[in-house]
Each structure stands twice: as C-alpha cells, then as structure tokens.
C-alpha cells in the first residue's frame, strides 16, 4: 500500500484533517486518527492491528474487517494506493 499522500495531511487532536494537495478537508474519530498517524509512519496492517487491540475492547475479526473498509474509503479519496 503507498501511503504518500497520507504524510502530506494535516491533522490534529480533534479530528480534523486537511489535505493540502487537494484543498478537502475530513474528519476522523480517535480511533480512525490512530491508524492514519500509523499509516502514514510506515506501519504494517499486523503493527496497527496489535496497537488497536492493546488500546481499544475490538476482536480482531471486528478490527480486519473495520480496517479492510476503512482503507477502502482511504483508497477512494486518494489517500492511500493499492
């Protein structure tokens, strides 16, 4: 997964999220703005889903799924590349 434009974001502690390259602007809950700031460090799917685990009451069956979409969403607003 290419995670570029994910570094370029801005993003602070309440969820707001602009993407300077082109102009849109997001909102994320906590747990959505953990895993864009592990994203865009570089983190693997596995990394992020133990971090997530540790720190959130979610199975990991619940977590992959979740994830799975939650990038497919990130796909559609160019965020992220397969």
Known sequence: MNVEN????AMNE????FD??????????????AILRMLAAG?????????IL??????ADNFDSDFDHYT????AFTLVEF
């Open 20 to 33: 300077p390259s082109s102009g849109f602007s997001y909102t994320a809950n906590e747990t959505g703005l």
């Open 72 to 75: 497919l969403m990130l796909e």
């Open 6 to 9: 994910l570094k370029q974001l």
């Open 43 to 51: 983190h693997s799917k596995d990394e992020i889903r133990a971090a």
């Open 14 to 17: 309440n969820g707001f999220v």
């Open 54 to 59: 540790e720190d959130y009451e979610v199975s």
